[in-house]
């Protein structure tokens, strides 16, 4: 059990070019949300929504606002860097099965947060923890995930009807795919190199690595 949790972990990838648009299995989805409200949250309020966004009018809509954004991204870069990201495919929008908008509601158990009175962003952290239980979820399940952010929180909140104040955090593309990448993409297409363990190590104080 132990060897399969960590094989999860490591199989995990972000996922954009490898949908196949095959249906999904409700069950499986409903064990996917299940694991994701089974999140740790502060003060137990579960901060999160999911909106599940199949509508292909929709999620057009999303895809050409995400491409729009690529392209400014594009523009910011340098020639070299430029070269590399338009290799580089930042979405599966139309190619997965389901789009999944998490969200973040603040005033959920205001005023009295217990545990967010010193730290006010402890409810983000909570709605990230149910991202990834989602996603390790859908790995478990043979499933991909895609996590899109290149995008304008106002423009999603606005497509999708997320009343004011509240935050869309992340849409998830989900579905099928044909394979999960050994290297991430980033990696592969050398955009980054992964950065090892052992420089993300301090000992009792934070110390700066050569």
Sequence with gaps: ???AFYEVLNRRRDVRAEFT?????PAALDRILAAAHAAPSVGLTQ??????????VTRQAFADHVQSERA???GSLDESRAGTFSRIKI???????LGIVVTYDPARGSPAVLGRHAIADAGLYSVCLAIQNLWLAATAEDLGVGWVSFYREAFLADLV???EGIRP?????LGPVSELATVPDLERHGWRDRRPLAAAVHHERFTPHA
């Design 1 to 3: 059990m132990i060897d």
């Design 21 to 25: 648009g095959e249906p999904l299995d």
């Design 47 to 56: 901060p999160w929504d999911f909106v599940l966004v199949a509508d292909p």
């Design 72 to 74: 400014v991204f594009a």
């Design 91 to 97: 979405e599966g929008v139309m190619e997965s099965s």
């Design 161 to 163: 009807g997320i009343p």
């Design 169 to 173: 955090v992340a849409w998830l593309c």
